[in-house]
């Protein structure tokens, strides 16, 4: 088959809402399909570019115009990708506000990636792009952000393929941009009419098949996951060398994005508390953006601010050997039950987590979905919201007290080349059921 795949998030990029589709397209290259990307060109406000662009697919950026234009590392992009970013500049974070501001009113329907998915209706779109789309088998757009999906649509229509809409998130609903009165019904109109024409619909998890199932009769859960090769690669990497905390430190890491819902005060206190006892330090590093986590921890938990590291963003691989190296892992989700987007969030990084088969002390409701992935596994330390839990889970960490019964059969399910199987079959399906129809 010949597969291509419409989304922003895309290495050079390094972030985790480009580890799904990226890990799509290489087991189904290695399975023989012709894989196409069409992304959008990057720069340094999207993010860090710290990733290589794999070589067993053909990417093609478009610059804004309709026309190919590759993404380049500058000097200021190279520096930043070195340097912590640990905290935002001063006009960073005046554009984070003024950003807020207008998602408080206006949701995600403002969204700069509107002009990727306006340039698959102009007549001068790049001819590459044109005739990967035309000779497309599948054609699958991937969501946040929601103008992908539109550019899906646009593709559909204007080439007749068939076309597949992939749900990292939802874009109505969405349980942390909620918008306002006035967005979250338009929002909800235009979902609807973005996935109408889509042949299939594809999400990450149960609650969220289930609430895509209100626009859409074909709707398949295909979860996310963990690339095994890349862990592969990052232990061979460590080899023997592995390095190792201080002997009088247990080090617990926690890897990516903060938001302002799930700022680990019960973990926090309770780090502050086993470090008054006897024994080794325990000390959390967080790697990525941190700015609300420095702002947040001098009032919940000043007792904890010596306990605490605050490191930079790592590339995927250097974040996959940071996990393999850490004594725990800290995870921590929303806890909130009130929507479907809230109860299905399942992140890649929960499913790397288990792939590293280290102890896991989660700040969640034992009630969420990813509390069961986390006690299946076996690798689940203390799932709890409560200090004297989690506080108790630490000192059985410390303590070397903690055995882990670890479900390998089910962790091993949970791997991105078998959650590309089960994409591979749905397309097969789909373009049977094409070609059953045209016969």
């Not at 646009?154 to 076309?163: D, E, H, P, S």
């Not at 979250?184 to 619909?201: C, F, M, N, S, Y």
């Not at 850490?326 to 809230?342: K, N, P, Q, R, Y």
């Not at 919201?385 to 059985?396: K, M, N, Q, V």
């Amino acid at each position: 088959m010949k597969v291509v795949f419409l989304v922003h998030y895309f290495p050079p990029l390094n972030s985790s809402g480009a580890r799904r589709i990226n890990a799509f397209a290489k087991y189904l290259a290695a399975t023989g399909h012709q894989i196409t990307v069409i992304t959008t060109r990057k720069t340094g406000r999207d993010g860090l570019l710290t990733e290589d662009v794999p070589s067993y697919l053909t990417l093609l950026e478009l610059g804004g115009w309709g026309k190919l234009a590759s993404t380049e590392a500058n000097a200021n992009t190279r520096a930043a990708n070195q340097r912590t970013v640990a905290t935002r500049s001063l006009a960073g974070q005046l554009l984070l506000k003024i950003k807020r501001s207008f998602m408080k009113v206006g949701g995600q329907l403002i969204d700069h990636r509107l002009l990727f998915s306006m340039q698959f209706a102009f007549p001068w779109l790049a001819g590459e792009v044109k005739q990967a789309i035309k000779e497309a088998d599948i054609v699958m757009s991937s969501c946040p952000p929601w103008p992908t999906h539109l550019a899906g649509r646009l593709a559909k229509t204007r080439f007749g393929r068939r076309w597949v809409a992939d749900y990292r998130d939802q874009f109505s609903g969405n349980h942390i941009l909620r918008g306002s009165a006035l967005s979250r019904p338009i929002e909800v109109g235009l979902e609807r009419w973005l996935i109408k024409t889509a042949d299939h619909v594809v999400a990450i998890s149960g609650p969220m098949k289930e609430y895509y199932e209100l626009f859409h009769p074909a709707v398949t859960c295909i979860e996310n996951g963990y690339d095994e090769g890349v862990f592969e690669m990052a232990r061979a990497r460590i080899g023997d060398q592995a390095a190792k905390a201080a002997a009088d430190e247990f080090v617990i890491r926690y890897m990516g994005t903060i938001t302002v819902d799930r700022i680990p005060v019960a973990f926090f206190q309770a780090l502050a508390q086993i470090n008054q006892q006897p024994g080794r330090r325990v000390v959390a590093e967080f790697y990525g953006e941190s700015t609300l986590l420095r702002n947040a921890l001098p009032e919940v938990a000043p007792q904890a601010e010596p306990f605490v590291r605050f490191c930079p963003q790592l590339p995927y691989m250097g974040a996959i050997q940071g996990m393999l190296t850490a004594d725990a892992l800290f995870f921590i989700e929303t806890s909130d039950f009130s929507s479907h987007s809230a109860r299905g969030v399942l992140t890649t990084k929960l499913f790397e987590y288990l792939a590293a088969r280290k102890p896991v002390v989660a700040e969640i409701t034992a009630r969420s979905l990813a509390a069961q992935y986390i006690r299946q596994s076996g690798l689940g330390v203390v799932v709890s919201e409560d200090t004297a839990e989690i506080l108790r889970g630490l000192e059985r960490l410390r303590a070397g007290e903690f055995k882990p019964e670890i479900d390998d059969e089910f962790i091993n399910s949970l791997s991105r080349q078998v959650k590309a199987q089960e994409l591979e079959q749905l397309f097969h399906r789909l373009v049977g059921k094409t070609e059953q129809a045209a016969a």
